[in-house]
Protein backbone atom coordinates (compact mmCIF):
# COMPACT_ATOMS: atom_id res chain seq x y z
CA UNK A 1 0.00 0.00 0.00
CA UNK A 2 1.18 3.35 -1.19
CA UNK A 3 1.63 6.01 1.69
CA UNK A 4 -0.63 9.31 1.14
CA UNK A 5 2.79 11.21 1.00
CA UNK A 6 4.36 9.30 -1.70
CA UNK A 7 0.90 9.45 -3.47
CA UNK A 8 0.90 13.08 -2.84
CA UNK A 9 4.18 13.51 -4.02
CA UNK A 10 3.67 11.56 -7.45
CA UNK A 11 0.66 14.03 -8.38
CA UNK A 12 2.64 17.19 -7.11
CA UNK A 13 5.63 16.11 -9.91
CA UNK A 14 3.11 15.13 -12.88
CA UNK A 15 0.56 17.96 -12.31
CA UNK A 16 3.79 20.76 -11.53
CA UNK A 17 6.03 19.14 -14.79
CA UNK A 18 4.71 18.80 -18.45
CA UNK A 19 6.62 15.36 -18.95
CA UNK A 20 7.59 12.98 -16.50
CA UNK A 21 9.41 9.66 -16.76
CA UNK A 22 9.54 7.56 -13.55
CA UNK A 23 12.37 5.12 -14.20
CA UNK A 24 15.46 3.11 -13.00
CA UNK A 25 18.53 5.31 -12.51
CA UNK A 26 18.80 8.96 -14.45
CA UNK A 27 18.26 10.34 -17.77
CA UNK A 28 21.92 10.61 -18.36
CA UNK A 29 22.58 7.58 -16.77
CA UNK A 30 19.74 4.75 -17.40
CA UNK A 31 19.91 1.26 -14.80
CA UNK A 32 17.74 -0.54 -17.10
CA UNK A 33 17.35 -1.01 -21.20
CA UNK A 34 13.67 -0.09 -20.88
CA UNK A 35 14.33 3.63 -18.92
CA UNK A 36 17.22 3.95 -21.63
CA UNK A 37 14.63 3.04 -24.40
CA UNK A 38 12.28 5.83 -23.02
CA UNK A 39 14.61 8.71 -22.46
CA UNK A 40 16.17 7.71 -25.61
CA UNK A 41 12.98 8.47 -27.81
CA UNK A 42 12.07 11.97 -25.64
CA UNK A 43 15.77 13.21 -26.08
CA UNK A 44 15.19 12.18 -30.12
CA UNK A 45 12.02 14.56 -29.91
CA UNK A 46 13.85 16.98 -27.83
CA UNK A 47 11.72 17.38 -25.17
CA UNK A 48 12.24 18.38 -21.33
CA UNK A 49 11.55 16.10 -18.81
CA UNK A 50 11.90 15.50 -15.74
CA UNK A 51 13.42 11.99 -14.94
CA UNK A 52 12.79 10.55 -11.45
CA UNK A 53 15.21 7.86 -10.39
CA UNK A 54 12.62 5.22 -8.34
CA UNK A 55 15.69 3.13 -6.90
CA UNK A 56 17.02 5.88 -4.96
CA UNK A 57 13.33 6.20 -2.82
CA UNK A 58 12.02 2.10 -2.13
CA UNK A 59 8.71 3.63 -1.05
CA UNK A 60 8.58 5.50 -4.50
CA UNK A 61 9.63 2.35 -6.41
CA UNK A 62 6.41 1.03 -5.09
CA UNK A 63 4.13 3.70 -4.75
CA UNK A 64 4.67 4.50 -8.51
CA UNK A 65 2.91 0.87 -9.93
CA UNK A 66 0.18 1.47 -6.83
CA UNK A 67 -0.29 4.69 -8.14
CA UNK A 68 -1.15 3.87 -11.75
CA UNK A 69 -1.66 0.76 -11.15
CA UNK A 70 0.84 -0.85 -14.02
CA UNK A 71 3.39 -3.47 -12.89
CA UNK A 72 6.33 -1.67 -14.29
CA UNK A 73 8.84 0.49 -15.02
CA UNK A 74 9.59 3.23 -17.14
CA UNK A 75 6.35 5.35 -16.58
CA UNK A 76 5.22 7.99 -18.88
CA UNK A 77 3.21 10.91 -17.84
CA UNK A 78 2.25 13.86 -20.42
CA UNK A 79 0.36 16.73 -18.30
CA UNK A 80 -0.50 14.52 -15.50
CA UNK A 81 -1.78 11.90 -17.72
CA UNK A 82 -0.18 8.59 -17.57
CA UNK A 83 1.02 7.17 -21.11
CA UNK A 84 2.37 3.80 -20.45
CA UNK A 85 6.20 2.16 -20.58
CA UNK A 86 8.53 1.12 -23.00
CA UNK A 87 6.76 -0.54 -25.24
CA UNK A 88 3.95 1.56 -25.78
CA UNK A 89 6.40 4.93 -25.77
CA UNK A 90 8.40 3.32 -28.51
CA UNK A 91 5.07 1.94 -30.70
CA UNK A 92 3.75 5.61 -29.88
CA UNK A 93 6.84 6.87 -31.15
CA UNK A 94 7.36 4.79 -34.29
CA UNK A 95 3.69 5.51 -35.54
CA UNK A 96 3.80 9.58 -34.85
CA UNK A 97 1.05 9.15 -32.02
CA UNK A 98 3.89 10.35 -29.19
CA UNK A 99 4.60 13.80 -31.24
CA UNK A 100 1.12 14.41 -31.68
CA UNK A 101 -0.04 13.70 -28.24
CA UNK A 102 2.94 15.83 -27.30
CA UNK A 103 2.57 19.07 -29.36
CA UNK A 104 -0.83 18.65 -28.64
CA UNK A 105 -0.59 18.81 -24.95
CA UNK A 106 1.89 21.86 -25.96
CA UNK A 107 4.99 20.27 -24.88
CA UNK A 108 7.46 21.58 -27.75
CA UNK A 109 9.25 18.34 -29.36
CA UNK A 110 12.16 18.89 -31.83
CA UNK A 111 10.50 19.53 -35.70
CA UNK A 112 11.85 16.32 -38.28
Given at each position: ????A????????I??????????????F?QC?FS?????ILS?L???F??VDI?AD?????G??????W????????K??????A?????M??S?E?Q???T?????IK??
Open positions: MTEPTAERIRSETSNDVVLYMKGTPVPGAQAVQMGVNKGLPGLRQIKDFSNPTVPQLYIGEFIGGDIATEFQGLSMLEAGVAQA
